[in-house]
């Protein structure tokens, strides 16, 4: 009768503790969550992956949630600081160089580890013109004219806004880089036009810096705040023309003009024309981050933070996202990959993906 | 298993204990966060102006009420809300106001920061979406607001609160979820003035920016001062200096204003950006420091109907006196 006793006190303990956390966090049912804070432009493969991967390991919620690769890192090594909000468990950003930059060189509260040691380059991609078969001169433009149709003053173009989205400052780049490679001295100006706090270019020793101003108001160029916003837009054909990821253009039926491979940003060829071509915000818009952008290849990145809920599971994702049925269903979205995928630090890397990858060369 | 009385009652009391504990801290917790939320105070500056506010003393103020929601990066929704706040405006007002040479820097808690422009903030120029279709529509007035309440309630902190950014639109329209900064703290006026250029055409051309106008209009450079009829005091540089950059190939080594030149006579024509303007013989300017280009007004930026820059002087007559410059040009004869 004792013993039923204590049994039914510590049962009832452990009924308080846990079922109100359990309700809370909506995980009735025993499925443990993985949270997937991703690239905006990695949306659609990944919510295939989601729910190929859910099918398969029932036992298993993942949670997939999309912003800017800056963004994204903030939402694991800043955000969740005062919030309250969930760890993610997987990391995947448009720009792998992030990780390195934002995630190792912050310890995490408290501890003398950082909240990454070691990125997977895992995929690529490359810039060029989005537009559809009604955009003005559709049947006309081509790799050696982009540039003229574009600067014509009834064609609307449109970029990603640049404070916000790495697609944004990485089309600035890509014409500045079509100015070199053209030989024409006015490409960025003519097709960005006039704002009221104009972008400036400055040159240097090493290349060319893109100053951006704090209030981007443009009177020509029209701006959305990501690569997948600017979809939109084309599609009803308010814009006739875009600076896009090739992914994401093909991922919604769009066209899309192949740029040469010294300006798309898909390797690291720009170097023929330019050693160093660096976006500057003209303005601390985050606590941690220091808002210049390199000029790299488009190569994405993925980790699992340090601190992350569940990094075995995560590790799991991860593997099925760089086996067969994960890779098919990138391919099948237009995604480019990188297989076996590259990694900085192999030491630290989890042992179980240890075989998956080879090291950076 | 078997358990005496002493014992279970040791482990009655140890849970009790723990229960005590446990209930605690959950009430410190719960009185932390109520401390917390009474201690929350925005802090408004402008200059060394600063305003702090607590959330009741927000609440106090004026407030809007109307519908908002966000389109995400991701190119999801979310939204429309029912939401509650105070004008950035009336916000503003509390430390001298915004002016078009203005911007509203709003920063968060974790350390994000957005900067909205006063054609934003005043004129709510914002991109508004149809949240079904995702496609840009077109809108009426669009309010920014501090908002500290959604759908009737407080804003948790989960949902960004308690001070968010919202901007307040039709109900079927979204606008775009960067401009929705959460956990706001800390709201600064910013010193934005616009950016603009003079384009001077002579013997040769100069495209002369905004910020080598200023340096030249500084006091013990060029700049001079005249006060009109009214009293107001106009603030610039000389016409004539000006026309000295253009009128032969000396732009401004020792004497860049050929009066040699003078002599032949020739003309400048003022240009506004809307293709209006006035010709001036140059014997009607030369070397006369009260006819100037002037760029402020009683030490402010010139007002819209005159920005960037007025001739004005000494003997103009109201047409003359051009508003909105945007060229100089030297006409030979």
């Known amino acids: 009768m004792t013993g039923k006793l204590f049994r039914l006190i510590i049962l009832n303990i452990l009924l308080l503790v846990f079922i109100p956390g359990l309700l809370l966090n909506g995980y009735s049912q025993g499925q443990i969550p993985v949270k997937v804070m991703t690239a905006g432009s990695l949306l659609v493969p990944f919510r295939v992956i989601e729910e190929a991967y859910e099918e398969a390991h029932p036992e298993i919620d993942v949670l997939i949630e999309g912003h800017g690769s800056i963004q994204v890192i903030r939402h694991v090594t800043e955000v969740p600081l005062f919030?309250?909000?969930?760890?993610?468990?997987v990391v995947a950003v448009a720009d792998y160089?992030?990780?390195?930059?934002?995630?190792?060189?912050?310890?995490?509260?408290?501890?003398?580890?950082?909240?990454?040691?070691?990125?997977?380059?895992?995929?690529?991609?490359?810039?060029g013109l989005a537009y559809s078969s009604q955009s003005k001169y559709a049947g006309?433009?081509?790799?050696?004219?982009?540039?003229?149709?574009?600067?014509?003053?009834?064609?609307?173009?449109?970029?990603?806004?640049?404070?916000?989205?790495s697609c944004g400052y990485r089309a600035l780049m890509a014409m500045k880089l079509a100015e070199l490679f053209y030989g024409k001295e006015d490409i960025l100006t003519s097709i960005i036009g006039d704002f009221s706090y104009p972008i400036k270019v400055e040159?240097?020793?090493?290349?060319?810096?893109?100053?951006?101003?704090?209030?981007?108001?443009p009177e020509r160029l029209v701006m959305r705040n990501s690569s997948v916003t600017l979809v939109f837009p084309l599609q009803s054909g308010d814009l006739d023309y875009a600076f896009e990821y090739k992914s994401v253009a093909e991922q919604h039926g769009l066209n899309f003009l192949e740029l040469p491979p010294e300006i798309n940003l898909s390797s690291d060829s720009y170097k023929t024309l330019c050693p160093d071509i660096k976006v500057k915000l003209a303005f601390k818009r985050f606590a941690s981050v220091n808002p210049d952008f390199d000029i790299l290849p488009i190569i994405y990145g993925l980790t699992v933070p340090a601190n992350a809920s569940h990094p075995e599971e995560a590790i799991r994702l991860i593997e099925f996202i760089l086996g067969p049925e994960g890779q098919e269903i990138l391919h099948q979205a237009r995604q480019f990959t990188i297989n076996p995928p590259l990694?900085?630090?192999?030491?630290?890397?989890?042992?179980?993906?240890?075989?998956?990858?080879?090291?950076?060369? | 298993m078997k358990i005496s009385i002493r014992e279970l009652i040791k482990e009655i009391l140890l849970v009790l204990v723990s229960l005590l504990l446990v209930a605690n801290s959950s009430l410190a917790l719960q009185s932390s966060d109520t401390a917390v939320q009474e201690e929350i105070a925005l802090k408004i500056t402008a200059g060394d102006t600063v305003k702090t506010l607590t959330l009741d003393e927000i609440k106090e103020m004026p407030s809007l009420e109307g519908w908002g929601g966000r389109l995400r990066s991701s190119g999801d929704i979310e939204g429309p809300f029912a939401l509650k706040g105070v004008s950035l405006i009336e916000l503003g007002n509390l430390v001298g106001g915004i002016n078009p040479d203005t911007a509203v820097k709003?920063?968060?808690?974790?350390?994000?920061?957005?900067?909205?422009?006063?054609?934003?903030?005043?004129e709510g120029d914002y991109i508004t979406y149809d949240p079904v279709s995702k496609q840009e529509v077109p809108h009426e007035e669009l309010q920014t607001i501090?908002?500290?309440?959604?759908?009737?309630?407080e804003i948790t902190f989960q949902g960004g609160g308690p001070l968010r950014i919202a901007i307040l639109s039709a109900k079927n329209q979204v606008t775009d979820g960067h401009w929705w900064c959460k956990w706001v703290e800390e709201i600064e006026l910013i010193p934005a003035p616009k950016e603009w250029t003079l384009h001077l055409k002579g013997a040769i051309e100069e495209n002369m920016d905004r910020g080598t106008f200023e340096s030249g209009a500084s006091e013990g450079c060029h700049g001079v001062k005249w006060v009109d009829d009214k009293g107001r005091e106009w603030e610039g540089i000389p016409l004539w200096l000006l026309v000295g950059r253009v009128d032969d190939e000396n732009p401004h080594e020792g004497k860049a204003f050929n009066d040699a030149l003078v002599q032949e006579g020739y003309e400048v024509k003022i240009i506004a950006g809307d293709g209006y303007s006035v010709?001036?013989?140059?014997?009607?300017?030369?070397?006369?420091?009260?006819?100037?280009?002037?760029?402020?007004?009683?030490?402010?930026?010139l007002p819209e109907e005159y920005w960037p820059l007025r001739l004005v002087g000494e003997g103009l007559t109201g047409k003359e006196q051009v508003g909105q410059i945007k060229e100089i040009e030297v006409l030979f004869p």
């Open chain 1, 83 to 89: 919030s309250g909000e969930a760890i993610a468990d």
């Open chain 1, 97 to 127: 160089s992030l990780i390195p930059k934002m995630m190792y060189q912050t310890l995490l509260p408290g501890e003398n580890r950082a909240y990454a040691n070691w990125c997977l380059q895992f995929a690529t991609n490359s810039i």
């Open chain 1, 140 to 165: 006309e433009i081509n790799i050696d004219n982009w540039y003229e149709v574009l600067s014509r003053e009834e064609v609307k173009v449109g970029i990603s806004d640049p404070r916000f989205d």
């Open chain 1, 203 to 217: 040159e240097n020793d090493n290349g060319y810096t893109i100053l951006v101003p704090e209030i981007l108001e």
């Open chain 1, 343 to 361: 990694v900085d630090n192999p030491e630290n890397l989890p042992v179980d993906l240890i075989p998956l990858v080879i090291r950076e060369k």
């Open chain 2, 106 to 122: 709003v920063i968060s808690r974790d350390g994000y920061a957005m900067t909205f422009s006063y054609k934003q903030i005043v």
């Open chain 2, 146 to 153: 501090l908002a500290y309440e959604t759908d009737g309630n």
């Open chain 2, 279 to 301: 010709t001036l013989p140059i014997s009607a300017i030369a070397r006369k420091n009260n006819i100037l280009v002037a760029y402020k007004l009683n030490g402010q930026f």
